[in-house]
């Protein structure tokens, strides 16, 4: 335990140490907000990797696989690698031409250049508002590893890592947030394979395939293993591939990530993140995401239905009963760089969104005042989601839940138009994600549990169909 404390102070102390560090290079709006459009090859792939995983991947994503069993790990494992790779060939060229051409620092600020001020705002309201809930389940994980790993307790857990995202984030801006992305995203993906190779030397190789192969074969199979509901209304395969589909195709339009295409210092350095980030998102996924059946070799019998309704449990569980102290104190600060990693992104796009496209269109502020003014705001927009994780109500868990979907189908079908259509349509756009919303919000209360598809999947279809409508109304 003392090991494992003294790593998760080392770390954080580090951390701090970035923020206040990159404070005196960061001089300018531009600097805080998009570190000058410098930032290398190196730099924005493990920032995009490390902003894109949080605790979700490791407990979530990981854990999951003991309730779902391979198919789960099969399907999450082929589309990240799709999806990161059609993130870098498809959007980061032309996101990065089209932004240097406008000159423009965030995400709704692109699409007002594209589609007009309407739509800047409601993309800059959609950003403030879902990622605050959206930072909920992130806290949540966070709070219960820490609780669950060290003398702490889990609302304790919940200000440690506000307090310190915040604190570097505010000060050294979003230099702060990369810098610290690359050192995290190397912790998670040296975590991950750490996890990976001791899990599976623990349990001898190939010889634990061959046990779960013999004692649980259902693991293997497609549409046999989920949640009782989802099982008896026959729906785990869309059940499954809607989850794992909405998870992955988020990297082609969340605010969070694509914001790094813009701070790239040119075309070279997306062409080799082109390579990169594809490369690191397998081994993580495959790393990862795997390990979730391993659970049934060690969980005994009579602890299977607790971990079934709560498998987040299941990899520190396993990590805890099976690996060395000194294994589980690297494996504790992989996990929490991931949390952070993703929060310190989300605080600083939401905090850009609220000044930049918000404030600074309401009323004409000087970019010194509003340096401070999104100074100010990161500390107060990463503690809100703090309140809510304490002891998240239902209609919290709803939110939460719906959140994930209706930034990737708010975003992308606009996103798109914007970068391969001559003429972006304002009105179709405005429309798209305006409906895209409401449809996700819809599916969720009312559809989802009856059908147990994940509501990008209709969200992303009326998106789409919107568009085409209001761009065919308006044509000659």
């Known amino acids: 335990m003392i090991l494992i404390l003294g790593v998760f102070i080392a770390y954080l102390i580090l951390m701090v140490v970035i923020g206040l560090y990159e404070y005196r290079r960061t001089k300018n709006l531009a600097e805080f907000y998009i570190a000058g459009k410098k930032l290398g090859a190196l730099a924005v792939s493990f920032s995009f990797f490390a902003t894109y995983f949080s605790t979700a991947a490791f407990l979530g994503g990981g854990g999951t696989g003991f309730l779902l069993g391979f198919q789960w790990s099969a399907f999450l494992i082929f589309f990240h690698i799709l999806f990161a790779i059609v993130a870098w060939l498809i959007i980061a060229p032309p996101m990065k031409r089209i932004a240097d051409q406008h000159g423009v620092m965030t995400i709704p600020e692109l699409f007002g250049k594209s589609f007009g001020k309407s739509a800047q705002i409601i993309c800059a309201l959609i950003i403030l508002f879902f990622f605050e809930f ?10 219960n590893l820490l609780q669950t790993m060290l003398p702490v307790s889990y609302l304790d857990g919940l200000l440690i890592t506000a307090v310190i995202v915040a604190l570097y984030t505010a000060i050294g801006g979003f230099r702060a947030v990369v810098t610290t992305d690359i050192i995290q995203g190397f912790i998670m993906l040296f975590g991950a ?3 990976f190779l001791s899990l599976f030397y623990y349990f001898g190789g190939i010889e634990a395939i061959n046990t779960l192969a013999q004692t649980k074969p259902e693991l293997f199979e497609f549409g046999k293993l989920g949640p ?53 998102v397998g081994i993580f996924a495959i790393c990862v995401f795997s390990i979730g059946p391993l659970g049934w070799l060690v969980i005994p019998k009579e602890e299977v239905p607790t971990f079934l309704k709560d498998v987040d449990r299941v990899v520190p569980y396993i990590a805890m009963k099976v690996l060395p102290e000194g294994i589980n104190a690297l494996l504790l600060a992989a996990i929490i ?29 000087q ?32 939110i939460v839940g719906v959140s994930f979907s209706v930034i990737t189908s708010a975003f992308l079908i606009p996103l798109l138009a914007l970068l391969y259509s001559r003429k972006p349509s304002q009105g179709a756009a405005v429309a798209s994600m305006i409906v895209a919303t409401a449809v996700c919000i819809i599916w969720q209360v009312y559809f989802y549990p009856k059908y147990f598809t994940y509501p990008v999947v209709p969200g992303l279809l009326a998106s789409a169909l919107t568009y085409l409508a209001f761009n065919l109304k308006n044509k000659p």
């Open 134 to 143: 959206y930072m909920v389940s992130i806290y949540k994980g966070a709070g």
């Open 193 to 195: 394979i750490l996890l």
């Open 228 to 280: 009782k509901p989802v099982v008896d209304a026959g729906m785990v395969i869309p059940f499954v591939l809607s989850l794992t589909f909405a998870i992955s195709i988020a990297q082609l339009s969340s605010p969070q990530l694509v914001v790094r295409f813009i701070a790239a210092k040119d075309q070279r350095v997306l062409a080799y993140g082109m390579i990169l980030t594809p490369l690191i």
């Open 337 to 365: 760089a991931a949390a952070m990693s993703t929060i310190n992104s989300l605080v600083h796009v939401s905090a850009t969104a609220l000044v930049r496209d918000l404030i600074q269109n309401a009323t004409k502020i």
């Open 367 to 398: 970019d010194s005042t509003a340096l401070k003014l999104t100074r100010i705001s990161i500390p107060l927009l990463a503690l809100i989601p703090v309140a809510f994780a304490v002891s998240p109500p239902d209609i919290i868990v709803g």
